[in-house]
């Protein structure tokens, strides 16, 4: 395996390993899909772009556009479709159909706005390219890997350390037993989707701009649930690791067989997860709501 396939499996699975986060998390805590990230994190991406081509905003502040527009949307989706069945325990059609028609609504949103469009961040870097020896890195993909590592500690930390993190952790493990000993079940899942939201924006942006920008930008959330389904769904350890390796397997893939067939072979790789060993790498058997 060369450097530069190294190189670039890193950069991709970096960003993998954000959709996969943000979509486990929500799995974590509440044991169901949440199938409108993906759209999430497109309104996100679309909502850093704006302001970025519009405002001639640097990639900090458009960073940070994304971000806190993913959060709140995430929050008020929350509120708005899912939080009847995380109180009262409704039928897991009830999330189905909320998650989906909230998913179809926000891709409703941005193809209103944007059309059928492709679309282009402004270029934030003088230069595009770092050469290293004999690998050519993308600024960008540097970047992107970067930010990813810091994120995943950062909420590594969080998780283990803050009284918040107990809480989130308490709460996907039992959440009555949470509820009896003290801890507020309804802050604590609007705090998961709050950061759920936040690394789609974050993923949304960097897709765009290493990639083209486009309405259904969302789909790639499938990357994060194969990632998590190699990984084990239910753990954000596994799905980080489920993330590196499809980024790796995919860079591998693309220079073998080239970009069309990969997807196949990811497919395949998920299927034979779920045969031999469902509950993933690091992950352990959990029933699904929805």
């Known amino acids: 395996m060369s450097l530069q396939i190294i190189v670039n499996g890193l950069a991709t699975g970096s960003?993998?390993?954000?959709i996969a986060t943000g979509f486990s998390l929500i799995f974590n805590v509440l044991k169901f899909s949440n199938f409108s990230h993906g759209a999430l994190m497109t309104l996100s991406a679309f909502s850093g772009y704006f302001v970025a081509a519009q405002s001639g905003l640097g990639l900090v502040p458009t960073i940070l556009v994304a971000v806190v527009t993913g959060a709140l949307v995430a929050l008020a989706g929350e509120f708005v479709a899912f939080r009847r069945i995380t109180l009262n325990n409704s039928s897991p059609v009830y999330f189905f159909v909320s998650s989906i028609t909230l998913g179809t609504m926000f891709e409703g949103i941005i193809t209103v706005k944007v059309g059928a469009n492709f679309y282009n961040y402004p270029q934030f870097f003088q230069n595009s390219t770092i050469k290293f020896g004999g690998v050519v890195i993308s600024t960008s993909d540097l970047l992107m890997f970067?930010?990813?590592?810091?994120?995943l500690l950062i909420l590594a930390y969080i998780l283990?350390?803050?009284?918040?993190?107990?809480?989130?952790?308490?709460?996907s493990f039992d959440r009555d037993t949470a509820s009896l000993m003290g801890i507020n079940v309804t802050r604590t899942i609007q705090f998961t989707f709050i950061v759920s939201g936040a690394l789609a924006g974050l993923a949304g942006v960097?897709?765009?701009?290493n990639?083209?920008?486009y309405p259904t930008l969302g789909s790639l959330v499938v990357?994060?649930?194969i990632a998590s389904v190699i990984g084990g769904l239910g753990s954000l350890t596994g799905a980080i690791i489920g993330a590196v390796l499809l980024g790796f397997m995919e860079t591998i893939l693309i220079s073998l067989v080239g970009s069309g067939y990969t997807p196949v072979f990811t497919f395949l790789l998920m299927l034979v997860f779920l045969l031999v060993r469902p509950s993933g790498i690091a992950g352990s058997?959990?029933?699904?709501?929805?």
């Open 15 to 18: 960003v993998y390993a954000l």
């Open 146 to 151: 970067f930010c990813s590592v810091i994120t």
């Open 160 to 171: 283990q350390k803050t009284r918040q993190g107990r809480g989130l952790r308490s709460v």
């Open 206 to 209: 960097f897709l765009g701009i």
């Open 211 to 213: 990639y083209t920008l």
């Open 223 to 225: 990357k994060g649930f």
């Open 285 to 290: 058997n959990i029933q699904e709501k929805a």
